[in-house]
Structure formats: structure tokens, C-alpha cells
């Protein structure tokens, strides 16, 4: 069977590492314009209907569980270069995209049409800056998203603010549980002849530096925040949401033809990339009453 090292890449046994982690706590958000310096290649990437993981898996799960008709709206937090809203249109459900990004919001707008409105915001400030009228809107998306932002508590407050009680909120991240970065990976075991998945880490949040352009000189790089499942199911219940759906979506791509592709086909079926998490707008609370 498989042998696994017992030294991280870091060169520490793991449990001097897992406590080193713990101790270090996810510092705050970067600059509101973070995206921005990738702007033109995270637009060009995604062209006008995304990539082939949004156009074969995500975006079609997103419309299956926002449950929306045409004619409804739906905000589009952290919309990008306004790949969602395309996809809503073109199913006549309106939408209102959010970005931090000038570049990406210009992006949008280029491409949008008459169902498409797009406003340069922060996540983070949607509430304070009043950037959605309250209860304006039937549903909302944090579509590959949320796992860059941090902290939590703002954002899923702001979507809950312009969201109409009983509305959706259609969350997809990379599954926390099987792709972590740097810290998961893809195995081979020769005598049992399978892929395996291995995981260095999960339970411990951490925040993931990630450069845009590995091995090149460019300095553009993101952050990547990740956490245990259990954080963002306390984080939306917390901020008013209450699951009530899941969908586990596993690659469509599949490995080049070798005497390897049958067990990298099954492992690609077997561990899901992305986890997509269902919410809905709960009732605001009663207020207790007096005597």
C-alpha cells in the first residue's frame, strides 16, 4: 500500500505544524481591490460564458437550486466579469452583480444587457454602504467566491439584508473537505493500482497565499481562506440563512488515455471538487413580548 511521509512540505512533523496554524489567526481582508491587478486575465479566462468548470457544472447547479422565475432578481455577490448574469439572462431572471473590481465591473457592463446591472462594491460593505435596497431581491449567489473573503459574519449579513424573506442563497466553494490548497493531492499506489486522495490538513482554518502566475515574476496574488465545513454552516446560520440543500459536484474532466485513466477517472468521480451550499432567508425573529 501507499507510504506517507511523515514530514510536511514545510519540513515539520505535522503536529508541530497543525499547532503552529492554530496559533496563527487569518488576519484581515486584503484591499478591496485585490482582484484587480488579475482582472484582465480572470477576464479573459472566463470569456463571456466562464470556463468549462462553470459552464458544465457550476453554473446549471446554481440555476437548479436558486429556484427563480423569469422575471425575479437575483444579486450576484462578487460577480466578476458577470458570468452568472449572463447565464440568468439568458433564462430572462434578472440580476444585480457586486464587485470590488473597476476592471471586472467594466468588464461586465460591456457585456451586459438589459437584465444585467452591475455596482463596484465591497461584500464586506453591502450593508453599511446601502449598496442593494433592502428585501430587493429573490435570491442570491456567492459563486466561487466566499472562500476569498474574510471575515464571513459582513457578507452573508449583506446578502440577508437584500434578500426577501424565503429567498435563496446558492453558496459554491471548493469543496473545503477535499481541496485544500497546498495541502491536498493526488496519489498514486502502484501495488493496489489506484488514485488516492491524500489530505494534509483540514479542520484548522488558515489563510493561503496564491499567486496568479506561478514561476513568473508577476507579483498578482490572492488569498485564500479556508475553513472547516462546520464554520460556514454556524457562519449562516448566524447571519440568518438556514440550509437546506447541498450538492456535491465532481470534475467532468477526465485524464489522457494511459494505463493510469481508468483509476483517474474513477478518482475524479469519486472525490467532488466543488461543495454548493443551499440557504434560505429565514423570518425575522419575533420580538418577545413585554409582561
Not at 479573459?44 to 427563480?68: I, K, N, Y
Not at 449562516?236 to 474532466?253: N, P, Q, Y
Request: with cysteine; proline share 8%.
Amino acid at each position: 500500500m501507499a507510504k506517507f511521509p511523515q514530514r510536511g512540505p514545510g519540513g515539520q512533523p505535522p503536529s508541530r505544524r497543525r499547532r503552529a496554524d492554530a496559533e496563527r489567526p487569518i488576519p484581515s481582508p486584503q484591499s478591496t481591490t485585490a482582484w484587480e491587478a488579475q482582472a484582465q486575465w480572470y477576464d479573459q479566462r472566463q470569456g463571456e460564458a466562464g470556463d468549462d468548470f462553470h459552464s458544465q457544472l457550476v453554473l446549471p447547479a446554481v440555476l437548479r437550486q436558486l429556484a427563480v422565475q423569469p422575471g425575479q432578481t437575483v444579486l450576484d455577490c462578487c460577480c466578476g466579469n458577470g458570468v452568472l448574469g449572463r447565464h440568468l439572462a439568458s433564462h430572462e431572471i434578472r440580476s444585480i452583480g457586486i464587485d470590488a473590481a473597476p476592471s471586472l465591473i467594466e468588464a461586465a457592463r460591456e457585456r451586459a444587457g438589459a437584465l444585467e446591472e452591475h455596482r463596484l462594491g465591497d461584500a464586506h460593505r453591502m450593508l453599511a454602504d446601502q449598496l442593494v435596497a433592502p428585501a430587493s431581491c429573490d435570491a442570491a449567489a456567492l459563486v466561487l467566491a466566499l472562500q476569498d473573503l474574510d471575515p464571513l459574519d459582513k457578507v452573508l449579513r449583506g446578502c440577508a439584508h437584500v434578500v426577501r424573506p424565503g429567498g435563496r442563497l446558492v453558496i459554491v466553494l471548493t469543496h473545503p473537505c477535499f481541496h485544500l490548497p497546498k495541502a491536498h493531492h493526488w496519489g498514486w499506489d502502484e501495488e493496489a493500482g489506484m488514485m488516492y486522495r491524500r489530505l494534509d490538513g483540514y479542520a484548522l482554518p488558515r489563510r493561503i497565499p496564491i499567486k496568479t502566475f506561478p514561476g513568473r515574476s508577476s507579483s498578482a496574488s490572492s488569498s485564500s481562506y479556508h475553513r472547516p465545513l462546520a464554520m460556514y454552516l454556524n457562519a449562516l446560520g448566524a447571519a440568518g440563512w438556514g440550509v437546506i440543500g447541498s450538492e456535491e459536484l465532481c470534475s467532468h474532466r477526465r485524464g489522457s488515455r494511459g494505463r493510469k485513466s481508468a483509476a483517474e477517472d474513477a478518482a475524479h468521480r469519486e472525490f467532488p471538487v466543488f461543495l454548493l451550499l443551499t440557504a434560505q432567508r429565514l423570518e425575522p425573529a419575533l420580538p418577545a413580548r413585554q409582561g
